[in-house]
């Protein structure tokens, strides 16, 4: 809550970030990394951050109060608000995350949601759903 919390403080401009310095602002509060990919029909709602190498696919929604580090990763129709997706990080196409910490080089699957207050450890895997179509299989 509080990693959350200063998070939110610095991408408000409120609480000094050195890495904030490195990427400014345009006039809405979107901060984002000139070597970041972003397919078509993404959705920014500020204040956010997307670092270096970092990729956002087709269609997906971030923030508000979303950070997404280097080399990190969001797959298509996936969702981001207010939660830190560290270093090489990859959330998967149709996830919702809100609310949650995702560690170094963990990997949330497809389709998955993750709640407030979750914290995905580093290199961890949070399985998505057990079927395609979101039901059990078995």
Same mark, same amino acid.
Do not use: C, M, Y
């Given at each position: 809550?509080?990693?959350?919390?200063?998070?939110?403080?610095?991408?408000?401009?409120?609480?000094?970030?050195?890495?904030?310095?490195?990427?400014?602002?345009?006039?809405?509060? $979107?901060?984002?990394?000139?070597?970041?990919?972003?397919?078509?029909?993404?959705?920014?709602?500020?204040?956010?951050? *997307?670092?270096?190498?970092?990729?956002?696919?087709? %269609?997906?929604?971030?923030?508000?109060?979303?950070?997404?580090?280097?080399?990190?990763? *969001?797959?298509?129709?996936?969702?981001?608000?207010?939660? $830190? $997706?560290?270093?090489?990080?990859?959330?998967?196409?149709?996830?919702?995350?809100?609310?949650?910490? *995702?560690?170094?080089?963990?990997?949330?699957?497809?389709?998955?949601?993750?709640?407030?207050?979750? *914290?995905?450890?580093? %290199?961890?895997?949070?399985?998505?759903?057990?079927?395609?179509?979101?039901?059990?299989?078995?």
């Amino acid at each position: 809550s509080r990693f959350l919390d200063g998070h939110r403080l610095a991408l408000e401009g409120r609480l000094a970030w050195p890495t904030l310095d490195d990427v400014p602002a345009d006039a809405r509060g $979107v901060r984002i990394d000139p070597t970041a990919q972003l397919d078509a029909g993404v959705v920014l709602v500020p204040p956010l951050l *997307i670092g270096p190498r970092a990729r956002v696919g087709t %269609g997906a929604r971030l923030g508000p109060n979303a950070v997404l580090g280097p080399a990190a990763s *969001i797959g298509a129709d996936a969702h981001l608000v207010d939660s $830190v $997706v560290l270093e090489r990080a990859q959330v998967g196409a149709g996830a919702h995350v809100h609310g949650a910490i *995702i560690g170094p080089e963990a990997r949330v699957e497809d389709g998955s949601e993750v709640v407030e207050g979750t *914290i995905v450890g580093a %290199g961890a895997l949070l399985a998505g759903p057990s079927g395609s179509d979101g039901t059990d299989e078995g």
